[in-house]
């Protein structure tokens, strides 16, 4: 659980960072394009993320024993 609260520690602090370099810049379309791209690649490693544990949870469920 640890690398994951720093991961998304991580994301915050950089999304945070753009913004407040994006407020500052009169480059806003370059930017949403920026914020898009990275938003899937998050929604992306979240999905990833979580299929491995769900799998995880599915196969230590299926090693117990029920008699």
Excluded: C
């Excluded at 009169?26 to 999905?47: C, K, P, W």
């Amino acid at each position: 659980m640890t690398e994951l609260l720093m991961l998304r520690t991580f994301i915050e602090a950089t999304i945070v960072s753009r913004l407040a370099h994006a407020r500052r810049s009169d480059q806003r379309g370059a930017v949403s394009t920026e914020y898009v791209i990275l938003g899937a690649i998050i929604a992306g490693g979240v999905i990833a993320v979580g299929a491995i544990v769900v799998a995880k949870i599915v196969s230590k469920a299926n090693s117990i024993p029920t008699q």
